[in-house]
C-alpha cells in the first residue's frame, strides 16, 4: 500500500491517543503526525520518505550535528505530547518500518509486551540526576614540607607525593558521595539506571560528570524527589547536582519487558 | 550552536531549587527546551528498540559512535576550551 520510497518512523506506544492531539505537531520529514491504531494500542507515526531517512541517506544526516539537533527534538516534542496524555513508551531515534502495515503487526504482535510496559510507567516520569566534580576544589591550606632540610629534587617530589595522594583522596570522596547520592536517589524511584557519564566536552563543561543517573519516580512523589536532590545537592558542598526533567520513560520503557525486542536488531537491518 | 542552553537547572549547593510545576494528571513534557546532551543520552540508548517488519532501526553502537563523534568535533570547535587535565 505505501508507494516506492516511504517507510514509517514511529515515534512512540501508547494505549491510546486522542483524536486531534497529533494535529498540529511537527514531524521529523515534514509530513503529518499521525495516530495508527492496532492491537488495542495506538503508536504515533509519519510517513517519511526515503531519501532522507533511507540507510545511507540516514547515516549522513545523523553526521550533521544540526540536523540531528532538529530530528531529536522533533521526535522528543511528539513523545512529548503524546505522554501528556497518559503513558508512554517512547521509541528510539531512528527506527522506521517499512509500512504501516508493519507497524500494525508489531503491535498486534507485542500488544502483551506494550501492556506490561506502559502499566510500569502510568504515574511515572523519568528524572535525570547528574553529578559533576567541581575542577576547583574550596582553598585548603597547602601542604608544606620543610625544605631546610631536603634538597631540592626531594622536596619536590614530596610536595608532588602529597598532591597526588591528596587528589586521590578527593576523587575517592567525590565517587563515595556519587554512589551515596544515587543510593538515596534510588530508595525513591521505582525503578533506576546509569548511563555512562556524560564527556565533558559533550556538556560544554570543564567539571567532570561522575554520576549520570536516571530515575522512574511516580507522579505523586516528585516533590520529595527534587526536596531530595536539593537536600543532597547541599550536603556536598564539593559536587554540582544538576537534576532535569519530568522525561517521557524514554531509559524504562524498554525494560523489561520490551527489552528482549533489542535482540534480533541485527537480524533485521 | 550551544548544547548548554537548555540544561534545566544547576543545583549548586546554596540551596535555592526552582521546582517545576507540575500536574499530576498529566505531566507537561514538551513544552520545556532541554540539553540535546541531555536528549541523546536517552534518545539514542534508550527507547525502545524492535525487530520485525522494519526498513531500518540503527545498531546501538554504529549510531552512538557517529552522533557522538559529530558533537565532540563540533563542540570543540565552538567551545575552543576547556583545556585537557
Known amino acids: 500500500m505505501a508507494p516506492h520510497g516511504t517507510g514509517t518512523w514511529v515515534y512512540a506506544v501508547a494505549s491510546a491517543i486522542p483524536r486531534d492531539a497529533l494535529a498540529d505537531v511537527a514531524g521529523v520529514g515534514g509530513n503529518s503526525v499521525r495516530a495508527l491504531e492496532a492491537g488495542g494500542l495506538a503508536a504515533a507515526v509519519e510517513t517519511v520518505s526515503l531519501e532522507d531517512f533511507g540507510e545511507q541517506p540516514l547515516r549522513e544526516h545523523l553526521e550533521d550535528l544540526d540536523w540531528l539537533d532538529k530530528t531529536a527534538r522533533l521526535h522528543h516534542q511528539v513523545v512529548g505530547v503524546v505522554a501528556g496524555h497518559g503513558p508512554v513508551v517512547p521509541m528510539r531515534l531512528a527506527l522506521v518500518f517499512r509500512d504501516d502495515d508493519g507497524v500494525a503487526r508489531m503491535l498486534a504482535e507485542r500488544r502483551g509486551d506494550f501492556a506490561a510496559s506502559l502499566e510500569r510507567v502510568t504515574a511515572r516520569v523519568e528524572w535525570g540526576v547528574k553529578v559533576y566534580a567541581l575542577p576547583e576544589r574550596r582553598a585548603e591550606p597547602k601542604h608544606e614540607v620543610e625544605a631546610g632540610s631536603q634538597s631540592p629534587g626531594l622536596a619536590y617530589l614530596n610536595r608532588r607525593r602529597a598532591e597526588l595522594a591528596k587528589r586521590d583522596a578527593e576523587v575517592q570522596a567525590d565517587v563515595a558521595a556519587a554512589e551515596q547520592v544515587h543510593a538515596e536517589l534510588q530508595a525513591l524511584a521505582a525503578a533506576a539506571q546509569l548511563r555512562p557519564p556524560q564527556h565533558p566536552r559533550l556538556a560544554g563543561r570543564s567539571e567532570r560528570n561522575i554520576l549520570n543517573g536516571a530515575y522512574l519516580v511516580d507522579v505523586e512523589r516528585a516533590d520529595e524527589f527534587a526536596a531530595a536532590v536539593r537536600r543532597l545537592a547541599a550536603r556536598y558542598g564539593d559536587l554540582r547536582v544538576e537534576l532535569t526533567g519530568p522525561w517521557p520513560p524514554y531509559s524504562f520503557a524498554a525494560a523489561p519487558e520490551l527489552a528482549a525486542m533489542t535482540g534480533g536488531l541485527d537480524d533485521a537491518r | ?85
Open chain 2, 1 to 85: 550552536m550551544t548544547l548548554d542552553d537548555g540544561v534545566a537547572k544547576g543545583y549548586g549547593g546554596h540551596g535555592q531549587v526552582p521546582v517545576r510545576p507540575h500536574r499530576a494528571s498529566s505531566p507537561a513534557f514538551s513544552d520545556r527546551p532541554v540539553a540535546l546532551v541531555d536528549l541523546l543520552d536517552r534518545l539514542l540508548a534508550g527507547g525502545v528498540v524492535i525487530s520485525g517488519d522494519i526498513r531500518l532501526a540503527i545498531a546501538d553502537v554504529d549510531l552512538v559512535t557517529i552522533s557522538l563523534q559529530a558533537l565532540i568535533s563540533s563542540v570543540e570547535t565552538a567551545f575552543p576550551g576547556p583545556r585537557s587535565d
